[in-house]
């Protein structure tokens, strides 16, 4: 079976320094991998996903993730974070042969001024 | 505008009092999907669709039902509501499997 996790529940940085947010999953088969984000009072919105052909993706709002096979990460990186990032993000893994989505339990990102 | 739309957003029911809550996509996708969210759990799926008139089971299906009767909808039943699905749903869809799934607002559903 599949599974995600995502180290630290909550993550604080200043505006303009590196975010970092961890996703390792669990998967005996190659997995799609997503990072969702979710704003406050609304879905989730797809930031990037890993499907199995470069493994740097570039996501929406400067972000990006490298999947890493040997460590099993998928790790969320922005070079300089701005207030309006301020949300919480989902990693999530799709793998061949099953219907759902399987999520991480997200990270709530605060930026402080 | 592509998009998911749920209603209602917020819902406090009584036990045992059924309630659905409807989804509907304009993006002519196949499958969709509901979720439950919960603190420190994340989105787990409650059922997913193929297409119409197929259905399926996800991870936390017990106390729900749904039906695809046309393809744009996907209600979600709630036959006799308890204060454990107090929650908030989600309803996605998507084009096809393991691609980009898009998110309704959420429903704040609780039930007293």
């Known amino acids: 079976a599949q599974s995600v996790t995502q180290l630290g529940s909550h993550v604080s940085v200043s505006e303009g320094a590196l975010v970092l947010l961890r996703c390792n999953y669990s998967s005996s088969v190659p997995p799609y991998l997503f990072w969702y984000v979710q704003y406050p009072n609304q879905g989730l919105q797809l930031l990037l996903k890993y499907t199995s052909a470069a493994t740097l993706v570039k996501g929406i709002n400067g972000f990006e993730a490298e999947f890493k096979k040997s460590e099993t990460s998928f790790h969320l990186t922005k070079p300089s974070a701005h207030m309006s990032d301020a949300a919480e993000y989902f990693c999530?893994?799709?793998?061949?042969?099953?219907?759902?989505?399987?999520f991480g339990s997200g990270t709530r990102l605060q930026v402080q001024p | 505008e592509a998009q998911v739309t749920q209603n209602p957003r917020y819902l406090i029911t009584v036990t045992g009092k059924k309630l659905t809550v409807t989804c509907s996509q304009n993006m002519n996708h196949e499958y969709m999907s509901w979720y439950r969210q919960d603190p420190g759990l994340g989105l787990r799926q409650i059922y997913y669709s193929m297409n119409v008139e197929v259905t399926d089971k996800g991870d936390v299906p017990e106390g729900y039902k749904v039906s695809r009767k046309e393809k744009r909808n996907f209600p979600l039943i709630l036959e006799s509501p308890s204060p454990n699905q107090t929650s908030l749903y989600f309803c996605a869809s998507s084009f096809k499997e393991r691609t980009e799934a898009f998110f309704g607002q959420g429903t704040r559903l609780t039930v007293v």
């Open positions: 999530a893994v799709s793998v061949a042969g099953r219907r759902a989505l399987t």
